[in-house]
């Protein structure tokens, strides 16, 4: 079996060179340099290795789509930094955010910069140009999604909305992008649409668990391996399905008052952030949301069961599990 972990840390090394390639030492510099400072850092990389995976699954040339990996990666690395901004978070993988160092004009600049580029790239994508076509359709989708996604996920903060508000955020504030990588590698790779739709389809149910995982860990993650503040979400008033559980199924009435009392409050102690918790934990919350997470990735590998057995196919499996395996 494939280790996803391991996979990723390869694919990702493959990848570091192209990733690097299509940022000159154009002026002025200082644009230059804080476009490049988050996908020159590194992370996960799960949406290129996607986009490369789905290619050689569908029996394509890999090669072929690493520009498309490189694009879908200056993406989301645009959506972070704009992401950065707007939550006024001052570290991202260890250093400090693009508007942080570079101030925020130039953070808005460095973040089209990668929009345009990556647009660019897809423009020169060594395949037919119907299939180019097809490939631009689904990104651009992707990043007009992922616009309304934010949108609703700043509209959500301080609101009780229902658990289906919460999982058309997360698809498109998240999944899009991974299913734009997804199908964009299966459109390269020359699948066809039947099997592109399925590709898609698996890549947004591995999405939502990935982020469903993600605010599992907001709460029940080990702080010292995810680097974040166990009490964060509670004290932003983050509606996750795990809340939206808690808040309808907390039996006493005053732990119902306590949790309300604690979430959304940015001024909860840790202690009081623990006890929200442990109210969550009694009201098989943080259960459910894990449990939740954990079906989307089964729905997520049904999709592409009807693959044919290649070492590409095995890893995408693998990832759906690690989306929700991981510790960070």
Avoid at 77 to 84: P, Q
Avoid at 122 to 148: F, G, K, T
Avoid at 161 to 180: G, N, R
Wanted: aromatic share 6%.
């Amino acid at each position: 079996m494939i280790d996803a972990k391991d996979y990723l840390k390869k694919m990702s090394a493959e990848l570091d060179g192209p990733i690097k390639s299509y940022i000159g030492d154009e002026e002025p510099k200082k644009l230059m340099d804080a476009s490049k400072q988050y996908p020159y850092a590194g992370g996960k990389r799960m949406r290129p290795a996607m986009a490369v995976a789905c290619c050689g699954a569908v029996g394509g040339d890999k090669s072929k789509a690493v520009p498309l990996a490189v694009a879908v990666e200056y993406i989301h690395n645009f959506t972070l930094i704009h992401d950065d901004l707007m939550d006024g978070d001052k570290v991202r993988r260890g250093m400090p955010t693009i508007h942080v160092g570079y101030g925020e004009p130039t953070a808005i600049l460095a973040g089209d910069a990668l929009f345009a580029k990556a647009f660019q790239i897809i423009c020169d994508l060594d395949v037919p140009a119907e299939r180019m076509r097809d490939a631009l359709r689904y990104i651009s989708q992707a990043v007009w999604d992922l616009a309304r996604g934010q949108q609703m996920d700043v509209n959500n903060e301080g609101q009780l909305v229902t658990e289906d508000v919460y999982i058309e955020t997360i698809k498109l504030k998240t999944s899009v992008l991974f299913a734009a990588a997804a199908a964009g590698g299966a459109i390269v790779g020359g699948a066809d649409e039947k099997t592109v739709r399925a590709i898609n389809e698996y890549a947004i149910e591995l999405g939502l668990g990935f982020q469903m995982f993600d605010d599992y860990l907001g709460i029940a993650g080990d702080p010292s391996k995810t680097g974040k503040s166990v009490g964060n979400d509670i004290r932003k008033g983050k509606c996750t399905c795990m809340v939206i559980h808690a808040l309808n199924n907390i039996k006493d009435p005053a732990e119902l008052e306590e949790f309300k009392s604690v979430l959304g409050n940015l001024d909860a102690t840790d202690e009081q952030c623990a006890r929200a918790k442990d109210i969550m934990e009694k009201a098989g919350s943080i259960e459910y949301g894990l449990n939740l997470a954990r079906q989307k990735v089964d729905i997520a590998k049904s999709k592409i069961a009807f693959l044919p057995e290649t070492e590409e196919k095995e890893f995408m499996l693998a990832l759906a599990d690690y989306s929700i395996n991981r510790e960070v």
